[in-house]
């Protein structure tokens, strides 16, 4: 009650004291009359003097409680203006969505095929493979063959073929075919290599200096990464063993290094040649002789004969310590240890896996009696043996778990004898060479019916199959 009994009095003064005054006609002497007849001459009162209190001069414009109204009441307008002033800008200017990138393609042009620029493939010729010196399977279609006066290659299965050697080629040299695009080979004195990754379409050299070593060997784990050496001519079988350059490459032939040198240990029983490698792998080993006895070691290299580890040869009832021993394959298996077959003087192959110590040595597998040489791996658990007399053609895919067996058309018996090379692609195409003779005779030896070597039965002749051996056809006669 106190509250609106003071606002009424200080309304009653407001309006009172306004009516004294006499509205004056301009807007300046309204002005000092509005002061004059509220005693604010010597002081101006603001708002704020309102909410703290009485003034000193004067009486108060508002009670605080409705100066806080008043407030109030503004913003609430500012609130509702601004609000309206923002609707009608978004109707004049309507949120914009920016559009969707539009993404462009133009279609990836085919891959173009290499334009072929060598002559087409011919149909061999009588004779052509009478001089054969080596045959590499790369897969069921392609092969290398090098003879004594070309390199030819085929990409169909020997339906036709080309030559492909590079300028420069000549013999006695060794070569390296690593696959069905790539090859090694030794041009000139045998210091210049040729390398091709085009199946013989283009060749490129590279000069290595060898100090006019002759002619080299190649040991390589892949097409780009192997080692090239040649015998150092200053320090062939010496007492402590045979000097070697050894060049190396790891970009396909492209660069090389080296050269380094190496060491071929010694061995009484042998003629310390440097042989040709097994892949990768160059082996060492001796012979028999009847004033030592038979040194129970080989010596292996895999960077090119730049050092060497000697391993014992495996002891045991198919491999006597006092018989003769070779490697005749080798590989590293999937668990990273080697993987040996082992030819033994009157036994059969059998395969070993070393443990990891050069003298300890395990059974994997016994080959079938009777079976011999030619023996190759595939890969560690896919092998193949290319049989003699009685003529079977032996696979596994298993490390030798299983056995595959294939009695082919005509006798294999000179592949056996080692005439000529055998080489599998697969497990299903391979090669062989051997005398013709022998291909007039069936797997038993029986004669054949409906072939012939007309009167030159001792002449070599290549022959392929498609069928894991069951059948063979003769390439060239």
């Known amino acids: 009650m106190t509250i609106d009994r003071d606002l009424d009095r200080r309304l009653v003064d407001l309006f009172e004291d306004r009516s004294v005054a006499v509205p004056p006609p301009d807007l300046l002497a309204r002005s000092l009359a509005r002061v004059d007849s509220t005693g604010q001459r010597r002081t101006w009162r603001f708002p704020s003097v309102a909410l703290r209190g009485d003034a000193t001069f004067g009486h108060p414009l508002l009670p605080a409680w409705a100066l806080l109204v008043l407030v109030a009441l503004v913003a609430v307008a500012l609130l509702v203006v601004g609000s309206q002033i923002v609707r009608r800008y978004q109707s004049v200017i309507p949120e914009q969505t920016p559009p969707a990138l539009a993404v462009y393609s133009t279609p990836s042009p085919e891959t173009q095929a290499p334009i072929e620029t060598r002559p087409p493939g011919v149909p061999a010729e009588a004779g052509m493979f009478a001089t054969i010196r080596d045959v590499f399977a790369a897969g069921d279609q392609v092969a290398w063959v090098s003879t004594k006066t070309a390199i030819y290659r085929t990409d169909d299965t020997g339906k036709t073929w080309r030559a492909v050697q590079p300028d420069g080629w000549a013999l006695p040299n060794d070569e390296a075919f690593l696959d069905a695009d790539t090859a090694y080979v030794p041009i000139g004195t045998g210091s210049e290599i040729a390398v091709t990754h085009d199946g013989g379409a283009s060749w490129s050299t590279s000069v290595l200096d060898a100090g006019g ?31 070697l350059f050894v060049f190396g ?10 050269p380094s040198r190496g ?43 730049a050092t060497y580890t000697r391993y014992d040869f495996p002891v045991g009832p198919l491999a006597p310590k006092k018989a003769m021993k070779e490697v005749v394959a080798i590989v590293r298996g999937l668990d990273g240890h080697l993987l040996i077959a082992l030819g033994v003087d009157g036994s059969p192959e059998v395969v070993y896996r070393n443990g990891g110590y050069p003298s300890t040595w395990s059974q994997v597998d016994e080959v079938p009696t009777g079976i011999a040489q030619p023996f190759q791996f595939l890969s ?16 596994t895919i298993d490390a030798g778990a299983h056995w595959r067996t294939v009695v082919p058309s005509i006798s294999l018996y000179g592949v056996q004898a080692g005439e000529g090379p055998a080489s599998w692609g697969s497990l299903e195409t391979g090669w062989g060479v051997e005398e013709c003779r022998w291909t007039l005779l069936s797997a038993d ?16 002749v290549l022959l392929v199959t498609s069928d894991g051996g069951a059948t063979w056809t003769r390439i060239g006669s």
């Open 380 to 395: 560690p658990t896919s092998w193949v043996f290319t049989a003699g007399a009685p003529g079977e053609i032996l696979s």
């Open 263 to 305: 060491l071929q240990p010694h061995l009484k029983a042998s003629s310390n040649k440097l042989y040709g490698a097994k892949g990768a792998f160059l082996i060492n080993s001796a012979g028999l002789s009847d004033q030592y006895a038979f040194e129970n070691f080989f010596d292996l290299s895999e960077d090119g004969g």
């Open 213 to 243: 070593a002759g002619s080299p060997v190649f040991a390589f784990a892949s097409a780009s990464t192997g080692y090239v050496t040649f015998v150092d001519p200053s320090h062939y079988d010496k007492r402590d063993g045979t000097g």
């Open 445 to 460: 030896g029986s004669p054949g019916s409906g072939r012939s070597c007309g009167d030159r039965p001792h002449d070599i």
């Open 249 to 258: 490459t790891t970009d396909g032939g492209r660069t090389w290094t080296g």
